[in-house]
């Protein structure tokens, strides 16, 4: 069966950091493409980033620089390194399976949320 | 503000068929697929609709998708009470990003 599972959320002063991961059964992270997409409190979703299974990685322009996602392949375990947080990056993180054209499509995990506060 | 333009609301009675539009510009909805996606209150979204009309498995063929040029709609068919949720649109867009639509809340009356 399926399953991507989300942790590492939780209450981060601004400024602070924070590192997601999204622990994937049933499928290998590495031979497919992998994405974030987030959702803040009464929002809509965000995009976020995309990681090609080749290594590309794309960014929304409002984490540009400032958040990573990577994988881990022995841990099959995707990831989303979140630097200099603000507190509109207070949202719920899903990961995704994402298609080749850098979206997500049909596995999601749960989500993990994450609040930007002092 | 979203890249991709959505209604904010959409309604209909059980057994009607509902629309929600979804426009964009020639950078993404014109040049690329369109995907939609269900999200039931307090759920993950769910894909719905990938490559403008595509359905995935499971998906009934009460939902269809299609695009036209710069524009994509969601058509729902025999609604169902149960087809109440938000529903989002997306497309990967030139700028090497993907982009989501602000949402439509469908209301079943």
């Known amino acids: 069966e399926v399953q991507l599972v989300e942790s590492g959320g939780g209450l981060i002063q601004p400024g602070g950091s924070l590192r997601l991961s999204c622990a994937a059964s049933g499928f290998t992270v590495s031979s497919n493409y992998m994405s974030w997409v987030r959702q803040a409190p009464g929002k809509g979703l965000e995009w976020v980033s995309v990681?090609?299974?080749?290594?590309?990685?794309y960014y929304a322009d409002s984490v540009k620089g400032r958040f990573t996602i990577s994988r881990d392949n022995s841990k099959n375990t995707l990831y989303l390194q979140m630097n200099s947080l603000r507190a509109e990056d207070t949202a719920v993180y899903y990961c995704?399976?994402?298609?080749?054209?850098?979206?997500?499509?049909?596995?999601w995990g749960q989500g993990t949320l994450v609040t930007v506060s002092s | 503000q979203s890249v991709l333009t959505q209604p904010p609301s959409a309604s209909g009675t059980p057994g009607q068929r509902v629309t929600i539009s979804c426009s964009g510009s020639?950078?993404?909805?014109?040049?690329?697929?369109v995907y939609w996606y269900q999200q039931l209150p307090g759920t993950a979204p769910k894909l719905l609709i990938y490559r403008n009309n595509q359905r995935p498995s499971g998906v009934p063929d009460r939902f269809s998708g299609s695009k036209s040029g710069t524009s994509a709609s969601l058509a729902i068919s025999g609604l169902r009470s149960e087809d109440e949720a938000d529903y989002y649109c997306a497309a990967w867009d030139d700028s090497l990003r993907g982009v989501f639509g602000g949402g439509t809340k469908l209301t079943v009356l």
């Open positions: 020639s950078s993404n909805i014109g040049s690329n697929y």
């Open positions: 995704a399976r994402a298609s080749p054209w850098g979206l997500p499509q049909d596995y």
């Open positions: 990681i090609y299974s080749g290594g590309s990685t």
